[in-house]
Each structure stands twice: as C-alpha cells, then as structure tokens.
C-alpha cells in the first residue's frame, strides 16, 4: 500500500435522484456515504429532472464531502451532461461514481474535466465489464475506489450474482486495492429477502481484503457498519501487537499465547491508521450528511 491510508467509507446508500424529498431523507440513515444514482435507477426519460434533483440536493446537503453522485457512462451523451451539471453546480459531491468504465484513461480524463471546473471528487469506479477486470490493477491505480459491480458484470458473463461467479472479480479488486491503497467496496446484495446473504456476504467480503459494501435498502445498514465499521475490540488488539514488537526490537514477539513478528505489527499499523483516518471523516457525527 503507497501513502497514507485513505478514509474509506464502510457504508455507501443508494438512493435514484428521482425526487428531492426521498434524497434528502435518504440522510437520516446512517450511511457513511450518501450516494445520489443518475444511473441505471433513473429511466432515459427522467435523467434531465434528476440533474435537476442532483444539485438541489447538493446544495442543501450540509456535509457535501459525504455525499456521491453515480453518473451515467462517461462516453455517452447522458455521461457528459452529468459531468456539465456537476461542473456548473455550487456545491460539489464529495466522490463522483464512474459506471461502465473500460480503461483508465476514462478515469483520467474525467478528472481532468473536473479539475478545469475547480472541482476535485474522490473518482470512484463501478467495476463491472470485463475490461475492468482485466484491466484492474492501472484503473486501481488511477481510481480513489472501486465498488463491485455484480449486476452488470454477472449479465455480460451470462451468469447467476452468485458467491462463485464473482469471486475472481472480487479477488482482483482486493489486491489492486491493496497495492495502491485504494477503497475496495463491494456489491449490493440483491436477495433483500434474506438478511442472513447480506451477513454472510459482508462478512467474506471484508475476509478479502474489502473494506466496505454498497446497499441500496436503509434496512441493510445496521448489519454492514456493524460488520465493517472499526471494531474497538480489533483495534486493542492491533496496537498491543505493535507494542510487542516494538518492544522485541522489531523481532519475533509472544502475546498472548500467539507469535507476532514484523508482517503482524505492518499489518496493526496499518489497520490502527486506517480505522483512524475513517473516525476522522465518518466517525464525529454520526451518519448524517
């Protein structure tokens, strides 16, 4: 992992830019990140009135740094007028969402375009082609954070959003994600019905190497910050490794019964250091944005 750890979001909440009122209670859920869709929720015929929903909603956000929006393909006609609506907006969202992405020239080029507007998002990337798998450790390394994209990517391989099938996918987010220090988030679970999937699914995911998962249900929040959230617990546990070690003088260390050396203490650093940044950012005022 290269630089400081970021602050990644373990809760990201969808809600379709399709009316103000529903964006903005969207807020009082206890999401890390509010994310506004412009995307596949919003029909054709309704992406112009959902710009429109977009920035009001932008502007009377009263924490626009935890708040996405998802934008349309970035090569298509609805992409760019997404990217002119959050150019010309006073207020700008925290991390933009980039779908259907191929390469990452893509993901260059748009913060370029932004950056001419004085704005500078977090670029997240929805990974769902099969270019972006195959191409995922340069778009990694262009990207803040990549979110799986089950859906898509489970229609073009012509298979079930099933455990197995995404699992290569996941797999190589997980280590691109971890060479660049980039956020790695996962899926939403679309078995709504069956909370005990969304359990089991978090909790191998975070297995991994993910830090957070999207969701697109308020319902589902409790069991994703408790399962991805940092854990007091965790966090004793890291600090007294690099305490062992670094009183062993960087050596082979006992505690607790366990044998902790050098990759257990660069793995608590990283872990307190993490889990730090996200207290910094999400942790002060509860979910609200």
Not at 37 to 42: I, T, Y
Not at 152 to 163: E, F, K
Not at 206 to 232: M, W
Request: with cysteine; hydrophobic share 45%.
């Amino acid at each position: 992992m290269t630089g400081a750890p970021r602050a990644i979001p373990r809760s990201i909440l969808y809600t379709p830019a399709l009316s103000p009122d529903k964006v903005v209670k969207a807020w009082s859920y206890d999401a890390d990140v509010h994310l506004i869709d412009l995307e596949d929720s919003v029909p054709p015929a309704d992406k112009q009135a959902a710009r429109t929903v977009c920035r009001d909603a932008l502007e009377k956000t009263p924490r626009p740094e935890r708040v996405a929006v998802r934008m349309n393909e970035l090569g298509s006609i609805a992409g760019v007028q997404d990217v002119l609506m959050l150019a010309d907006s006073p207020v700008r969202p925290g991390i933009v969402l980039m779908t259907m992405v191929t390469s990452a020239d893509e993901v260059d080029l748009l913060r370029r375009m932004l950056a001419s507007a004085g704005a500078s998002p977090e670029i997240y990337v929805t990974v769902e082609t099969v270019e972006a798998v195959t191409r995922i450790d340069p778009i990694a390394r262009a990207a803040d954070g990549l979110v799986l994209g089950s859906a898509d990517l489970a229609a073009t391989l012509g298979v079930d959003i099933s455990w197995e099938a995404m699992l290569a996918a996941r797999q190589a987010m997980a280590m691109s994600c971890a060479r660049y220090g980039t956020a790695c988030v996962d899926t939403a679970n679309y078995r709504l019905s069956e909370p005990a999937v969304l359990a089991e699914e978090t909790t191998r995911a975070r297995a991994l190497g993910f830090h957070g998962k999207a969701t697109v249900h308020p319902g589902e929040l409790d069991v994703i910050n408790r399962l991805l959230r940092p854990r007091p617990v965790e966090l004793g546990q890291a600090r007294r490794v690099v305490e062992a070690v670094t009183a062993a003088d960087g050596g082979i260390a006992v505690l607790e019964g366990n044998m902790v050396g050098p990759p257990f203490a660069r793995l608590a650093r990283t872990t307190v250091a993490r889990e730090d940044a996200w207290t910094g950012r999400f942790g002060r005022e509860g979910g609200t944005a």
